[in-house]
Nanobody, 124 residues
Framework: QVQLVESGGGLVQAGGSLRLSCAASGRTPSSYAMGWFRQAPGKEREFVAAITWSGHSTYYADSVKGRFTISRDNAKNTVYLRMNSLKPEDTAVYYC?????????????????WGRGTQVTVSS
């Protein structure tokens, strides 16, 4: 079993920045893609960004492209999401997920393991 724990969420003003972290532990696969998703109140969970094991391939939702950057440090089993130019509509619970299929994908069913989420609130 793989455990994922997110951190780094909080309250920030519009235009500000945050960096989320997600640490993986347990029986991690030899290689796995990681993704970030978010869910706002009353809305479905949506894709934000994904990265392959090597880090050579990344994929972003159009809504965050150019503002968010996903990266990973495999030595630390940690993936990051740097969020710049935050907007009130970025307010949500942010979840990280791991996929044994090493594909940078926005498809929720592809992901095998999920964290519990961290709240990000952007005030106007």
């Amino acid at each position: 079993q793989v455990q994922l724990v997110e951190s780094g969420g909080g309250l920030v003003q519009a235009g500000g920045s945050l960096r989320l972290s997600c640490a993986a532990s347990g029986r991690t696969p030899s290689s796995y893609a990681m993704g970030w998703f978010r869910q706002a109140p009353g809305k479905e969970r949506e894709f934000v960004a994904a990265i392959t094991w090597s880090g050579h391939s990344t994929y972003y939702a159009d809504s965050v492209k150019g503002r968010f950057t996903i990266s990973r440090d495999n030595a630390k089993n940690t993936v990051y999401l740097r969020m710049n130019s935050l907007k009130p509509e970025d307010t949500a619970v942010y979840y990280c997920a791991a996929a044994t299929a090493d594909i940078a994908s926005g498809s929720l069913p592809l992901y095998d393991y999920w964290g519990r989420g961290t709240q990000v609130t952007v005030s106007s």
